[in-house]
T-cell receptor
Framework: GAVVSQHPSWVICKSGTSVKIECRSLDFQATTMFWYRQFPKQSLMLMATSNEGSKATYEQGVEKDKFLINHASLTLSTLTVTSAHPEDSSFYIC?????????????????FGNGTRLTVT | LAKTTQPISMDSYEGQEVNITCSHNNIATNDYITWYQQFPSQGPRFIIQGYKTKVTNEVASLFIPADRKSSTLSLPRVSLSDTAVYYCLVGDAQTGANNLFFGTGTRLTVIP
């Protein structure tokens, strides 16, 4: 159980275009999802928290107008990289908390999607 | 940001037990310690979680001393497929950061 699916797994786009990445919780509902970015040989960096039915919360230094997040349903969050540039090329990963872990909700382990490799040319 | 400190890298031979220690001096009182494994080009995978003492599952054991300022992930009899980066995550009482922030992780390389 608790599977998070991301699509696409990789995408190549031209500079200046926009790319949408989908993150779905397949067998559970997630009112909150988390988006990360990871550059080669580096750790994951939290970009934003996606909240179902309300605005996302962005981490310091992350441009909200560039990385548009929409969480329209309890099982789907999308990240749109607008006007992509080569420096946006990265590995984007979404996650959601385990819905049935015995710990309190904010301690529940994270389940991650398999990531989306974005290459901007 | 939640502050954790782990060795950057470790090497181990197949069949050995591997212990990876994580320091988290400012762990928040109510926070659990959670460990994840990440293979290249994949999202991290949950391994184990604990609050205190010892936790064991089919994959690993987690040892947590009484002061909870550190934790040790123990992988019994590693195989080549255990080569990965291992991260520990905790909440930070000093900054108020929750357990969503990844540190540098430990890159484990298992040698034949």
């Amino acid at each position: 159980g608790a599977v998070v699916s991301q699509h696409p797994s990789w995408v190549i786009c031209k500079s200046g275009t926009s790319v949408k990445i989908e993150c779905r919780s397949l067998d559970f509902q997630a009112t909150t999802m988390f988006w990360y970015r990871q550059f080669p040989k580096q750790s994951l960096m939290l970009m934003a928290t996606s909240n179902e039915g309300s605005k996302a919360t962005y981490e310091q230094g992350v441009e909200k107008d560039k990385f548009l997040i929409n969480h329209a349903s309890l099982t789907l969050s999308t990240l749109t990289v607008t006007s992509a540039h080569p420096e946006d090329s990265s590995f984007y990963i979404c996650s959601a908390r385990d819905p049935i872990a015995p710990t309190s909700s904010y301690n529940s382990p994270l389940h991650f999607g398999n990531g989306t490799r974005l290459t901007v040319t | 940001l939640a502050k954790t400190t782990q060795p950057i890298s470790m090497d181990s031979y197949e069949g050995q037990e591997v212990n990876i220690t994580c320091s988290h001096n400012n762990i928040a009182t109510n926070d659990y310690i959670t460990w994840y494994q990440q293979f290249p080009s994949q999202g991290p995978r949950f391994i184990i979680q604990g609050y205190k003492t010892k936790v064991t599952n089919e994959v690993a054991s987690l040892f947590i001393p009484a002061d909870r300022k550190s934790s040790t992930l123990s992988l019994p009899r590693v195989s080549l497929s255990d080569t990965a980066v291992y991260y520990c995550l905790v909440g930070d009482a000093q900054t108020g950061a929750n357990n969503l922030f990844f540190g540098t992780g430990t890159r484990l390389t298992v040698i034949p």
